[in-house]
């Protein structure tokens, strides 16, 4: 378990990262944190700076960018895309942890819509556009997916970086299982209650968010067609 690194993109959470940082603490879970925030974040960046975590700034702005660069400073074994709102419970990586290691697979990814599992921080929009998502991928891509945008992910470090991702936005959610798939990697799901943000406002525009990673997916899909 020592050999995992959190990345946690952070926008804007100035009071919701430090209770995430705290309860990890409070959980005494073995990891190295590394936290991603904008240049121009300094609220954020103040409000931990006196915690046991790595900060660093991203290159340029954006989810997908954050977690990009987080990946590729990872030095140990593991790494874990984290969320810096409270969402995502830590209990889940120790979980994935064992899963991966012990059905040696190259990544996990939480899913919110299987037995066991839910999310407390959907609404209806969010809800539709996610299974509408979920079912074009395994659809057209063929992937083995229950909740294609949900980025609580556990994986080998290596698998990762060798990714070369390169979406700067949340059509990185996508990116990354499309990429497990055309690699041919060996993964999973596990079910994940998916907890409401502990404070500050959600970054994710349905529509407008929506709406890129639309284009994204069939783009990259008409890309995958002409390989062939």
Known sequence: MDEITLIIPAKNEPNALPLVLKEIKEMKIPVKILVIVSKNDLSTFNAIKEYDCEVMFQSREGY???????????????????????STDPKYIKLMFEKLNNQNLDLIFGSRYEKNAHSYDDDLITRLGNFGFTFLGNFFMRLKISDLLFTYIFAK?????????SCDDYCLCIEIPF??????????????IERKRLADKKKVKAFRDGL???????????????RK
């Open 64 to 86: 997908g960018n954050a977690i990009t660069d987080g990946i590729n400073s990872v030095k140990t074994k593991y790494s874990c895309i984290f969320y810096a709102d409270g």
């Open 157 to 165: 470090s290596s698998v990762l970086k060798n990714m070369k991702l």
């Open 179 to 192: 990429k497990s798939k055309l690699r041919k990697l060996n993964y999973s799901t596990i079910p994940c």
């Open 212 to 226: 890129k990673i639309l284009i994204y997916f069939f783009s990259e899909y008409l890309k995958t067609i002409n």
